[in-house]
């Protein structure tokens, strides 16, 4: 759910959990209010919300009990302090909504779309939930390689983007810069392993992969040895059961350009699967110069 607020030709929007009439007694305080403000923006331990607030921690204890109670407020992390598991609050929305009667179908909100089954769980209720991974420009790894992938992720990021009602922090990040935990995540992979190392990570356990310099296929049991060839594909990510990982990626620049065009223009087949297998959600696809400039414009389909 989200609440909606139109200022001329801009349009705002926040995610919003629906309450229930019970739980607005615990917004009659206003000290209960000043705690659910304090935490808007940061998971926040009771002591420090006391001191910035200038009241007694027993109190604002008490008040986050009732709004945890009421569904307002969750445990964000807990951190050892002096012994102790220190918990840390935040909202579990950043909004609140009291329905009055059902809500009612409108044609009025053009930029909301129903998210593709595919994009789950990526995207999620309108949020971005995953981090997106492309491979550093500097110099990197055994060999030394720089990415230009980075680049055509762009056209990635705002196709994405057209599927986004809110985007609550920074999802992106450089090969380089993934630590052990982030792997942990939902991860959309920007690039083959030579210049993206967290795609390294992941390789040798894919369906369709990159395999002594060309992309291989345990589906069809073909080989694309072509520099201008890309895979595409959702599966689960192995490293932690419950999250997914989406690569988009090629053995070279060229061939990460043609699965990001096959991407934008191709979609609905892509959410189709393989051809050979509908169930394995893996495409292999060949980047095409239709106009005879050097840059790669087009695709066709090989699984």
Do not use: W
């Not at 890309?230 to 989406?246: H, R």
């Not at 292999?284 to 106009?291: A, F, N, P, Q, S």
């Amino acid at each position: 759910m989200f609440v909606i607020e139109k200022d001329k030709n801009e349009i705002y929007s926040l995610p919003a959990k629906e309450l229930k009439f019970g739980s607005l007694k615990n917004l009659s305080s206003e000290l209960s209010q000043k705690i659910l403000k304090c935490i808007s923006n940061e998971a926040k331990y009771p002591a420090d919300i006391a001191k910035e607030l200038r009241v007694h921690e027993q109190k604002v204890y008490y008040h986050i009990r009732n709004l945890e109670k009421a569904g307002m407020v969750k445990v964000a992390k807990r951190e050892t302090k002096q012994g102790a598991v220190a918990n840390y609050y935040a909202l579990t929305e950043p909004a609140f909504v009291v329905k009055f009667k059902e809500l009612q179908s409108t044609q009025k909100i053009s930029q909301f779309r129903n998210e593709s089954t595919y994009l789950e769980p990526f995207i999620q209720n309108g949020k971005l939930n995953a981090l997106i991974v492309v491979g550093s420009p500097d110099p990197h790894g055994a060999d030394k390689a720089r990415s230009r992938d980075g680049y055509y992720g762009i056209d990635l990021a705002l196709f994405l983007g057209t599927f986004l009602n809110y985007v609550p922090e920074f999802n992106v990040k450089l090969d380089t810069d993934m630590r052990e935990n982030d792997l942990n995540n939902n991860l959309i992979i920007i690039g083959g392993p030579i210049t993206n190392k967290t795609m390294e990570r992941f390789n040798e356990t894919l369906p369709i992969r990159f395999e002594n310099g060309n992309i291989k296929s345990t589906v069809s049991d073909e080989l694309y040895p072509h520099d201008e060839c890309g895979i595409i594909m959702k599966t689960k990510n192995n490293l932690s059961k419950d999250k997914s990982i989406l690569i988009v990626a090629g053995k070279r620049f060229s061939g990460t350009r043609a699965a990001i065009i096959a991407f934008l223009k191709n979609f609905k087949k892509i959410t189709e699967g393989n051809v050979h297998n509908k169930n394995i959600k893996a495409n292999v696809v060949e980047g095409i110069d239709l106009d005879s400039d050097g840059i790669i414009d087009d695709v066709e389909f090989r699984e």
